[in-house]
């Protein structure tokens, strides 16, 4: 069995470093650099969810009038309806409870 040596398949760092030239320096303002908030990440799960839920209707819908031959695709796509809002449904739970946490601390 011939083993093929790793380093002839890795290309230099001095490569991959051209990429980079410039990142360390303070040319970039601190407006342009945006951090996302909570909200962001939670609006983005949300908006995740509402429109995987769509896409579960109208596959939903196709299957019905039978005008559909991928049903391993509608598959997936319930399937990833019921993961994002499960997603969802944990991370609003979440928040809750560490909501009420907060709201028990004494000061």
């Known amino acids: ?3 093929v040596p790793i380093s002839s398949s890795i290309t230099p760092l001095e490569s991959v470093s051209k990429a980079f030239e410039g ?3 303070e040319s970039v303002s601190e407006e342009a ?3 996302p908030t909570f909200m962001d990440v939670f609006k983005g ?3 995740n969810a509402v429109d995987a839920n769509a896409q579960k209707q109208s596959d939903i819908f196709r ?3 039978g005008d559909t031959d991928n049903l391993e695709q509608i598959q997936a796509n319930i399937t990833k ?3 994002a809002t499960d997603l969802l449904v ?3 739970n979440v928040v809750v409870d560490a909501y009420n946490e907060i709201v028990k601390m004494s000061i």
């Open 1 to 3: 069995m011939f083993i």
């Open 23 to 25: 990142y360390g320096e």
């Open 33 to 35: 650099v945006r951090v």
């Open 45 to 47: 799960i949300f908006d």
């Open 63 to 65: 299957i019905m009038l």
């Open 81 to 83: 309806a019921e993961i």
């Open 90 to 92: 944990n991370v609003k």
